[in-house]
């Protein structure tokens, strides 16, 4: 059975719906779901699935959240090639960059081989449940794409 890897950090538990959500999705598509907060993750358990699907929310100006770096900062020696990825997160549009993190989320899977297979979800506060049934959509396309791949 395949298995999809949903890691996220969240504060108000906005992006936690969110991976919930995609979870629902992974397991609507009939593939295995591991659903950790960062800072319960290690980087190198990425190795062990087949997809992978990253969300934080956006900090300040634009930056990851301090409770996310370190799961960050150990990816950098990992190689994702032939993982299916995606990246998703909250932010705030009344800040200059929009969900920036989902940005830099996706810039690191990409740098580390990961094949982006799926449109980044972004969304402002808690999510609507139409941005909700997108991360099912979401969870379900990753869970099928490592089911065809595997």
Known sequence: MPKVLVV??????????????????????????????AFDASAAELN??????????????????DEFIDFYDEMS???????????FGSGDTSYPIYCAAVDIIETKLKELGAAISAECIKFEYNASEAEKEQGRSLGRQIAGLVAVAG
Do not use: C, F, R
């Not at 062990?48 to 959240?65: R, S």
């Not at 020696?77 to 990246?87: F, R």
């Open 77 to 87: 020696s990992l190689n994702l090639s032939g993982k299916v990825a995606a990246a």
């Open 48 to 65: 062990d699935y087949d997809g992978i699907i990253i969300g934080a929310y956006t900090w300040g100006d634009g930056e990851l959240p």
């Open 8 to 37: 996220y950090a969240s504060m108000t538990g906005n992006t936690e719906e969110m991976a919930e959500a995609i979870a629902e999705g992974i397991k609507q598509a009939g593939a295995e779901v591991v659903l950790k907060e």
